[in-house]
């Protein structure tokens, strides 16, 4: 039973495609005293994840968003759930390719399969109408299953990127509200995984 279940979980993990296999316990919370330590702990709860809810973490550059959001589904793999990790701007190109080969159903149900879906740097730039139709059937398909999103956009700046108002307010109104929306800020978390050069010698006390 227990090769079984890790047999099991190694698949899952292989296919959650996630860039980094890291994990809550792994980050450093004290990198920022801006950090919400204690809403990103309750996450890991997965709460959220049982009832259907998504999740948005928006912050500047750098703060550790893509980490959590990697650690959350990493979490979720560990108890059975199905995660799929994708940068949007790739999940965009793969249904565009749809379009153009007529796969486009079958590339939007595998993307609509997994229990969660982790949209890795939401809005990053001007949407075409075609993407911003492909996000809102994709929404739309999800409807029930949990997303995890990563912005460096508030969401009240997502709505300026989509080129039809009526599609931005239907897609956005209907993603914002069933979400709980993270604000990561402070500095960038980048240096302190920068790898550390054994020559190096710690910097010795100034002497005043």
Known sequence: MTRRETVAFQRRLQRAKFEQQVTLEEFDFTAS??????????????????????????????????????????????????????????ILAELAGGHADRTWEKRIRELVRPDVLILDDFAMRQLSAAQADDLYELVSERQGRSLIITSNRAPSDWYPLFPNPVVAESLLDRLINTSHQIIMNGPSYRPNKRPKNPTDKPAKPSVK
């Open 33 to 90: 005293s801006k950090l919400p330590a204690a809403q990103i702990r309750d996450l890991g709860a997965l709460r959220w994840l049982h009832a259907g809810e998504s999740v948005i973490l928006f912050g500047p550059v750098g703060v550790g968003k893509t980490h959590i959001a990697q650690a959350l589904g990493h979490l979720a793999v560990r108890q059975g759930a199905h995660v799929r990790f994708a940068k949007t701007s790739r």
